[in-house]
Structure formats: C-alpha cells, structure tokens
C-alpha cells in the first residue's frame, strides 16, 4: 500500500515568525530590567522660610460719613429776596447763601436806637438829680425820703438803659441774620426754597439748603470683639494704625489712606461689635459721604512672620497643604494653617517652622515620601514669575 507524503511549503515561514515574537518579548523583558531605564527624580523649585517683618491686615465694609455738616435754617422770619448760589457748588465759610428781606429788621434795629437814646437821655436826668439830692442831704436841706427816691430814679433809669442797649444788641443780630452765610466750607446741595417765599424761625423752620465739608471725610465700620481688644491698646496709646479704603464700585488698585480716629464707648450688644471712625483726606473731591466702601485695617506696627508663595498652596477639600523637602529630599506633606495675603504671599499661623523648603512648583505632579531634587529661589522670583503666567 503506498502512501502519499503531503509537503506543505507555509511551515517554515510560521516558525520563522514565531521565533521573531518570542525573541522580541524576551528582549524587551532584558531591556525594562536594566538599571539605566529608572527615570531619575524630578527638579523642583523651593523657598526656604525665613521670618519676615508684615503688617497684618483685617477686611470690613464701611460707609463714608461727613466728618461736618450743616443744616442751614433761618433765624429770622421774612421773604426770601436772594438765592446766592448755585447747587453742588463749593462754599468758603462765610459767604453769603441767602437774603431775607432786611427792611423790617432794619426798622427794627433803629426803632430799639431811639428807645435806647430815650432811655439814655432820662438816665443822665436821674443822675443830676441824684447828685442835687447828695448835696442837699448834707445840708439837711432835704428829707431822706426825697433822697432814697431820687437813688432809686437813677438805678431804675440805669437798668433802662442797659434794657434798651440790649434790644439794640438783638435787632442787630436779628438784621445780621437776614444775611445767611455758610457756617463751614463745603458743598452746598439744593436750594430747598427760592426767592419769594415766606420762611418764619424758631422749631418749624424749614430746612434752606445744606452743607457737607468734603475735604475730610469719615468711615464708620463695625470691628467683633476679638479685634478691639487686640488693637484699643494701641489707639490709646496714640498710635496711628493703617486703614485703606477702596470704593465698592471703584478700580481696587486706586486705594486711599488714613488712620483710625476712635473706637466708639460700648459695644452693639445686638451684633456683638463695637463701631470704629477712621478719617481720610479728600483733597480732589471724590469721595461723597453716604457711599459704601470697602475697609483693610492694618496693625499698629510690624510683626515678624512667616510667609508662602500662594502658588506653593494646595487644597484637599477644606484643608489646605504644601509639600516640603526633608533632609533626605523626600516630598512630604504638611497641613497648614493660613492667615491674610501679603503681596502675593500667605501669612503662615501654623504648621511650618523658620527654615522649611517649600517646594512651589509641580505639586500636581509630586506624590507623599516620592524623592526631587530641590533648587532654591527666592520669594520674590515665585511671585513675579506667578504674576507673568
């Protein structure tokens, strides 16, 4: 029986393959357990802290108050004949705002002239007679009746005198008030009365215009019970503590300064808070009692802290965190508690020490107890490079 030998001419090229894959894997095997492929570790940029003189700083809102003002109202009744000046305008003090008629006041003013000239003229008549009476008294010429009357004549018409010299006193005034002028310099609002009216003085008399001083002006802000007792000292002892004011409208980057005035005497027992006055200059007029205004209060003097670059911060969920290097270049992580901002940067209160390297770059790349090479910079490049980017 013969038999019949297939060949089949793919075989040797299937084994060929096979041997190819084989020797690839078993390469790439050799190849990943060679040392050289370890990546070696990263480089990162780190700030060694070092305590720093700041001044630390509080936020409120405040609203801007008139550190004067006045309501001006007549003193004197009559019609108003002159409205002098124009609404928003700035006023000097001193000068004239308003016009009531003067006439009857005038009158007035020379009627009590007469009366006193009257009263003048019968005190000098009292007075001779006393003198006659003195004489004759001696002389037992006359009674001491005649004599007491004639003393008494003259003290009376002495004290018309001073009476009559009084209601002069009074008209002149009362024409002086017919001339209303601008008690402080300022802004004057509206003219809430024109010419033609008739306005009566005393309790109802109606508000004419009024006028705001604005080349100073207060902010009145509410401080918690913690802050007033860290800083009164410091106010009682005359130091001058810090305040910044930026409108709520306004550009934040065009602050003004002042310094705290005073602290009221007791506290909103409601709120829990005490109201705090600080004055600033308004030179170029910008600023209107009545706005709102953002606050920063800073201490009375510089403190020495510790600082960290905000890019060095990181956040997992509420808490807040930085990766320093150890003595044997091991990233590790460290929780931290922070206070304001200063110039880039964050008031450390607790959790790092004078000398930590904080690692500022990369933190998303960089793993707990994971081995870097630390380069040192300054704060300064960190925070003038976060600015660039």
Same mark, same amino acid.
């Given at each position: 029986?013969?038999?019949?030998?297939?060949?089949?001419?793919?075989?040797?090229?299937?084994?060929f393959?096979?041997?190819?894959?084989?020797?690839?894997?078993?390469?790439?095997?050799?190849?990943?357990?060679?040392?050289?492929?370890?990546?070696?570790?990263?480089?990162?940029?780190?700030?060694v802290?070092?305590?720093?003189?700041?001044?630390?700083?509080?936020?409120?809102?405040?609203?801007?108050?008139?550190?004067?003002?006045?309501?001006?109202?007549?003193?004197? +009744?009559?019609?108003?004949?002159q409205v002098?000046?124009?609404?928003?305008?700035?006023v000097?003090?001193?000068?004239?705002?308003? =016009?009531?008629?003067?006439?009857?006041?005038?009158?007035?003013?020379?009627?009590?002239?007469?009366?006193?000239?009257?009263?003048?003229?019968?005190?000098?008549?009292?007075?001779?007679?006393?003198?006659?009476?003195?004489?004759?008294?001696?002389?037992?010429?006359?009674?001491?009746?005649?004599?007491?009357?004639a003393?008494?004549?003259?003290q009376?018409?002495?004290?018309?005198?001073k009476?009559?010299?009084?209601?002069?006193?009074?008209?002149?005034?009362?024409?002086?008030y017919a001339h209303?002028?601008?008690?402080?310099?300022?802004?004057?609002?509206?003219?809430?009365?024109?010419? +033609?009216?008739?306005?009566?003085?005393? =309790?109802?008399?109606?508000?004419?215009?009024?006028?705001?001083?604005?080349?100073?002006?207060?902010?009145?802000?509410?401080?918690?019970?913690?802050?007033?007792?860290?800083?009164?000292p410091?106010v009682?002892?005359?130091?001058?503590?810090?305040?910044?004011?930026?409108?709520?409208s306004?550009?934040?980057?065009?602050?003004?300064?002042?310094?705290?005035?005073?602290?009221?005497?007791?506290?909103?027992?409601?709120s829990?808070?005490?109201?705090?006055?600080?004055?600033?200059?308004?030179?170029?007029g910008?600023?209107t009692?009545?706005?709102?205004?953002k606050?920063?209060?800073?201490?009375?003097?510089?403190?020495?802290?510790?600082?960290?670059?905000?890019?060095?911060?990181?956040?997992?969920?509420?808490?807040?965190?930085?990766?320093?290097?150890?003595?044997?270049?091991?990233?590790?992580?460290?929780?931290?508690?922070?206070?304001?901002?200063?110039? +880039?940067?964050?008031? =450390?209160?607790s +959790?790092?020490a004078?000398?930590?390297?904080?690692?500022?770059?990369?933190?998303?790349?960089i793993?707990?107890?994971?081995?870097?090479?630390?380069?040192?910079v300054?704060?300064?490049?960190?925070?003038?490079?976060?600015?660039?980017?």
């Amino acid at each position: 029986m013969n038999r019949k030998i297939i060949s089949y001419p793919f075989f040797p090229a299937a084994i060929f393959i096979l041997m190819s894959i084989c020797g690839v894997y078993y390469s790439s095997q050799g190849n990943a357990a060679t040392p050289g492929a370890v990546p070696p570790p990263p480089s990162v940029d780190v700030v060694v802290l070092a305590p720093q003189s700041v001044r630390t700083w509080a936020n409120y809102s405040g609203r801007l108050v008139a550190v004067e003002s006045a309501a001006i109202k007549p003193l004197v +009744g009559g019609i108003i004949q002159q409205v002098l000046f124009e609404e928003g305008q700035q006023v000097k003090k001193g000068q004239p705002l308003f =016009v009531i008629d003067p006439r009857p006041h005038q009158a007035a003013l020379q009627r009590a002239q007469a009366q006193l000239a009257t009263a003048e003229s019968r005190a000098r008549l009292a007075q001779d007679e006393l003198k006659r009476a003195q004489q004759l008294i001696g002389s037992k010429l006359v009674s001491q009746s005649l004599y007491d009357s004639a003393l008494s004549a003259n003290q009376v018409a002495q004290a018309d005198v001073k009476q009559a010299e009084a209601a002069v006193n009074q008209a002149q005034i009362n024409l002086d008030y017919a001339h209303i002028s601008a008690p402080i310099s300022g802004r004057v609002g509206r003219a809430e009365l024109t010419v +033609g009216n008739v306005v009566d003085a005393g =309790v109802n008399a109606p508000v004419l215009t009024q006028v705001v001083a604005n080349d100073r002006l207060y902010v009145d802000f509410n401080v918690d019970e913690a802050s007033y007792i860290q800083l009164s000292p410091s106010v009682k002892s005359g130091q001058k503590m810090p305040v910044d004011l930026t409108l709520l409208s306004g550009d934040a980057g065009n602050a003004y300064h002042g310094y705290i005035s005073a602290f009221d005497n007791r506290f909103d027992t409601a709120s829990g808070t005490i109201r705090a006055r600080a004055v600033f200059d308004n030179k170029d007029g910008s600023l209107t009692a009545g706005m709102f205004a953002k606050v920063r209060l800073g201490s009375a003097n510089e403190s020495g802290a510790l600082l960290v670059p905000d890019r060095a911060i990181g956040t997992n969920q509420s808490k807040k965190f930085v990766m320093v290097v150890d003595a044997q270049n091991l990233a590790t992580y460290r929780e931290v508690n922070l206070g304001d901002h200063y110039e +880039g940067q964050r008031i =450390v209160l607790s +959790g790092l020490a004078a000398g930590d390297k904080v690692i500022v770059n990369g933190l998303s790349h960089i793993r707990p107890q994971s081995p870097v090479v630390p380069n040192v910079v300054s704060a300064s490049e960190t925070i003038k490079v976060a600015s660039v980017q």
